[in-house]
């Protein structure tokens, strides 16, 4: 039992990630559509590059999507259109004509019998127009077409000519009585109909819809049938008209079928091992070139939820609104693992996410490859994310790529520009839109995981923070020797390609510790008053090492990252307090030097070895006397030289070549803050 224990112990970390793959493959394939993935690609106006192809069963040819829209069209242009007559409207009309006739004849000073006469001509008059029936606005129909008139129970089939429009009835009227006997009397009858008239017939737009949709229903989406045996496509033909179709339902058929139970556990077993794979790769690969960011499961795990996060989004949109599968900003992937990493780690990780979302895109190769084209731009435009202006050149620069590279597909495929949707170039343009979003996603990431970005970086090297503001009143000495080290160490990251703005805050931070006791350090003694004077070298020597374990408490009360409390830890690396152990050495010959030397650890990075280059160079430099640049150059060398001898720069991932460039940027900014001026006459 306890050497399981000790096993499960020395292993943990394997496990935990073995595990984090496993659970990131289930929920992956858990949410991948489960239907077959048909194993040709089909690329239109190009040669088919398989073997001849034969259906091993009948299925039915769909019609082209062309054809669908021109036969959905006829019918919806043909479609029965449905009109409702109110009789209780018509009927107050005639109520209202009837109560209002004799106000309106009473003063014409006709007879008995002509009021009768004149009543009834009017009456039939409005029988005439409310046949049919009115309708309030002209339909946008053709005034031939057939409609259905509902009135009741009763559905008769009239012409849409034969109802009135309610704006053409005055002028109607008009016409009639000018052709009728009674025209002396138009202006009392068009005074009597000014206000009683209404529309009485509208559209019945469920009933009408209902009928189209039944006529919809009932539209055949296939045309004849490849039988069984038959060859569908030969090799080298072009996959275009005919073959075309046919190649596509075969592909629709093969994936809309029911797999047996069988046949389904393999299909989720293939999906299983492929997307293991792909995570396999992406974990091989940190370990390879990456093996600190392996070190650190937090590290890993948010890598492989970022995948996630990218692979359950696209899935979700390919499932509900496939439409939309370009305007899923898949940008933002490398933009948030270049920000807390690098642009190498960003990529790959951009590829591996595009792989296992091309098991269920459509056009997966014109979707791979417009991905991997933006996600190439996005690591090359963006080249430091916390300069605002940097991510809205980019979003400008990614959407002109996709739209530039779905525009080449587009006339490759089509042979032209006549199949251009250009509801396309919205989608890009909202995936650019959305990738904006990148910023205060990284704002929430750094408080979840604990994480560190440039943006974060930005605010760190504030020097109005609180805690650089309380350093430069308790320390001003030790407040500028830092300004002076992050000046130097920001040039020299800046000639060797590492992170500069990381080394710059390292730089401004790394002695904070000696806010504790600031005189007893040198450049705060202004007093001249040193208060090593009474101590013995052992007991002055654990003060100045102890400002490296008190700037590590200090930097985890102010909350500061681990990636800038890395170059406290390590800034002196495991060297030793020359000074203080050649002082003990007169007094006994035998002391032994472990309590003269720093803890460590060593410098792990580039970065972290700038600075202990940079640190060493520029405290040591205020002790010259008469400095020249022969001298500088000599001082600096030997400064490194000794660290290199010491072993200080073995777990720091620099090279040589690195070392004699920041050598050479030290040597030059220490000759330009030593350099000789001129003496003023007084």
Same mark, same amino acid.
């Given at each position: 039992?306890?050497?399981?224990?000790?096993?499960?112990y020395?292993y943990?970390?394997?496990?935990?990630?073995? =595990? =984090?793959i496993?659970?990131?493959a289930?929920?992956?394939?858990?949410?991948?559509?489960?239907?077959?993935?048909f194993q040709?690609?089909?690329?239109?106006?190009?040669?088919?590059?398989?073997?001849?192809?034969?259906?091993?069963?009948?299925?039915a040819?769909?019609?082209?999507?062309?054809?669908l829209?021109?036969?959905?069209?006829?019918?919806?242009? @043909?479609?029965?259109?449905?009109?409702?007559?109110?009789?209780?409207? &018509?009927?107050?009309?005639?109520?209202?004509?009837?109560?209002?006739?004799?106000?309106?004849?009473?003063?014409?000073?006709?007879s008995?019998s002509?009021l009768?006469?004149?009543?009834?001509y009017?009456?039939?008059?409005?029988?005439?127009?409310?046949?049919s029936?009115?309708?309030?606005n002209?339909?946008?129909?053709?005034?031939?077409?057939?409609?259905?008139?509902?009135?009741?129970?009763?559905?008769?089939?009239?012409?849409?000519?034969?109802?009135?429009?309610?704006?053409?009835?005055t002028?109607?009227?008009t016409s009639? #009585?000018?052709?009728?006997?009674?025209?002396?009397?138009?202006?009392?009858?068009?005074?009597?109909?000014?206000?009683?008239l209404?529309?009485?017939?509208?559209?019945?737009?469920?009933?009408?819809e209902?009928?189209?949709?039944?006529?919809l229903?009932q539209m055949?989406?296939?045309?004849?049938?490849?039988?069984?045996g038959?060859?569908?496509?030969?090799?080298g033909?072009?996959?275009?008209?005919?073959?075309?179709?046919?190649?596509?339902?075969?592909?629709?058929?093969?994936?809309s079928?029911?797999?047996?139970?069988?046949?389904?556990?393999? &299909?989720?077993?293939g999906?299983?091992?492929?997307v293991?794979?792909?995570?396999?790769?992406?974990?091989?690969?940190?370990?390879?070139?990456?093996?600190?960011v392996?070190?650190?499961?937090?590290?890993i795990t948010f890598?492989f939820?970022?995948?996630?996060?990218?692979?359950?989004l696209t899935?979700?949109?390919v499932?509900?609104?496939?439409?939309? #599968?370009?305007a899923?900003? =898949?940008c933002?992937?490398?933009?948030?693992?270049k920000?807390?990493?690098?642009?190498?780690?960003?990529?790959?990780?951009?590829v591996?996410?595009?792989l296992?979302?091309g098991?269920?895109?459509?056009n997966?190769?014109?979707?791979?490859?417009?991905? &991997?084209i933006?996600?190439?731009?996005?690591?090359?435009?963006v080249?430091?994310l916390?300069k605002?202006?940097?991510?809205f050149?980019?979003?400008?620069?990614?959407?002109?790529i996709?739209?530039?590279?779905?525009?080449?597909f587009?006339?490759v495929?089509?042979?032209?520009t006549?199949?251009?949707a250009?509801?396309?170039?919205?989608?890009?343009?909202?995936?650019?839109?959305?990738t904006?979003?990148?910023?205060?996603l990284?704002?929430?990431?750094?408080?979840?995981?604990?994480?560190?970005?440039?943006?974060?970086?930005?605010?760190?090297?504030?020097?109005?923070?609180?805690? =650089?503001?309380?350093?430069?009143?308790?320390?001003?000495?030790?407040?500028?020797?830092?300004?002076?080290?992050?000046?130097?160490?920001?040039?020299?990251?800046?000639?060797?390609?590492?992170?500069?703005?990381?080394v710059?805050?390292?730089?401004?931070y790394?002695?904070i510790g000696?806010?504790?006791?600031?005189?007893?350090?040198?450049?705060?003694?202004?007093?001249?008053?040193?208060?090593?004077?009474d101590?013995?070298?052992?007991?002055?020597?654990?003060?100045?090492?102890?400002?490296?374990i008190?700037?590590?408490?200090?930097?985890?009360?102010y909350?500061?990252?681990?990636?800038?409390?890395?170059?406290?830890?390590?800034?002196?690396?495991?060297?030793t307090? @020359?000074?203080?152990?050649?002082?003990?050495?007169?007094?006994?010959?035998?002391?032994?030097?472990?309590?003269?030397q720093?803890?460590?650890?060593?410098?792990?990075?580039?970065e972290?070895?700038?600075?202990?280059?940079?640190?060493? &160079?520029?405290?040591?430099?205020?002790?010259?006397?008469?400095?020249?640049?022969?001298?500088?150059?000599?001082?600096?060398e030997?400064?490194?030289?000794?660290?290199?001898?010491?072993? @200080?720069?073995l777990?720091?991932?620099?090279?040589?070549?690195?070392?004699q @460039?920041?050598?050479?940027?030290?040597?030059?900014?220490?000759?330009?803050?030593?350099?000789?001026?001129?003496?003023?006459?007084?």
């Open positions: 039992m306890r050497t399981i224990t000790l096993t499960f020395k943990q970390d394997l496990i935990y990630k073995l =595990l =984090l496993i659970v990131c289930g929920l992956i394939v858990y949410f991948f559509p489960k239907s077959g993935k040709y690609e089909i690329e239109k106006g190009f040669p088919w590059q398989y073997e001849n192809l034969y259906a091993d069963e009948d299925f040819i769909l019609k082209s999507n062309e054809v829209s021109a036969e959905r069209n006829k019918i919806e242009s @043909q479609s029965a259109v449905y009109f409702t007559y109110n009789q209780e409207v &018509v009927e107050k009309i005639y109520s209202t004509y009837d109560s209002n006739f004799s106000k309106v004849f009473g003063d014409t000073l006709a008995k002509k009768r006469k004149l009543k009834k009017g009456f039939n008059l409005l029988r005439d127009i409310y046949k029936g009115v309708i309030k002209k339909p946008l129909y053709d005034e031939s077409k057939l409609v259905f008139l509902k009135k009741g129970n009763t559905v008769s089939e009239i012409t849409l000519s034969e109802l009135y429009i309610l704006s053409d009835i002028a109607k009227l009639k #009585i000018n052709e009728g006997d009674y025209r002396d009397y138009k202006n009392q009858y068009l005074q009597l109909y000014f206000d009683g209404e529309a009485n017939v509208s559209l019945d737009e469920e009933l009408t209902q009928s189209l949709q039944e006529e229903n055949s989406k296939t045309r004849g049938v490849v039988p069984k038959s060859l569908i496509i030969s090799r033909e072009l996959v275009e008209g005919e073959a075309l179709q046919k190649v596509l339902s075969l592909k629709t058929k093969y994936e079928q029911n797999f047996s139970d069988l046949r389904y556990n393999w &299909v989720l077993f999906y299983i091992l492929l293991l794979l792909a995570l396999i790769m992406m974990l091989l690969f940190i370990r390879t070139y990456r093996p600190e392996f070190a650190n499961n937090t590290k890598i939820f970022n995948i996630l996060l990218m692979v359950l899935t979700a949109v499932k509900l609104r496939p439409e939309y #599968i370009y899923v900003p =898949l933002i992937l490398p933009l948030v693992i920000a807390f990493f690098d642009a190498r780690m960003g990529l790959f990780t951009h591996i996410a595009i296992l979302l098991f269920i895109v459509p997966s190769f014109e979707y791979f490859f417009l991905q &991997v933006a996600g190439i731009v996005t690591i090359l435009t080249p430091e916390y605002r202006a940097n991510l050149i980019s979003v400008g620069q990614i959407t002109s996709y739209i530039l590279a779905y525009f080449a587009n006339i495929n089509e042979g032209g006549d199949g251009l250009l509801e396309e170039f919205g989608m890009f343009m909202l995936a650019g839109l959305a904006l979003f990148v910023q205060p990284i704002y929430i990431y750094e408080k979840v995981f604990g994480l560190v970005s440039d943006v974060s970086l930005l605010e760190l090297s504030d020097t109005n923070s609180k805690l =650089l503001k309380k350093l430069a009143d308790k320390a001003p000495g030790t407040f500028h020797h830092s300004l002076n080290v992050a000046n130097l160490s920001e040039a020299a990251a800046n000639e060797i390609g590492a992170n500069a703005m990381l710059r805050v390292g730089a401004l790394h002695d000696k806010m504790q006791n600031p005189t007893d350090f040198t450049e705060n003694q202004a007093t001249g008053v040193n208060s090593h004077d101590l013995s070298p052992v007991e002055s020597a654990r003060i100045i090492i102890d400002h490296v008190t700037g590590i408490e200090l930097a985890r009360k909350n500061l990252p681990d990636r800038v409390i890395d170059f406290i830890r390590t800034h002196h690396g495991t060297s307090v @020359q000074y203080f152990y050649m002082k003990a050495k007169e007094e006994d010959e035998d002391v032994s030097i472990k309590k003269f720093y803890p460590g650890p060593l410098p792990f990075s580039k972290t070895a700038i600075l202990m280059m940079a640190d060493s &160079v520029e405290a040591a430099s205020k002790s010259l006397k008469n400095p020249t640049s022969t001298l500088i150059d000599a001082f600096v030997k400064i490194i030289k000794k660290q290199m001898n010491e072993g @200080q720069f777990n720091a991932n620099i090279t040589f070549k690195e070392i @460039q920041i050598k050479k940027v030290l040597k030059k900014k220490l000759n330009n803050i030593y350099h000789l001026r001129i003496e003023y006459p007084e």
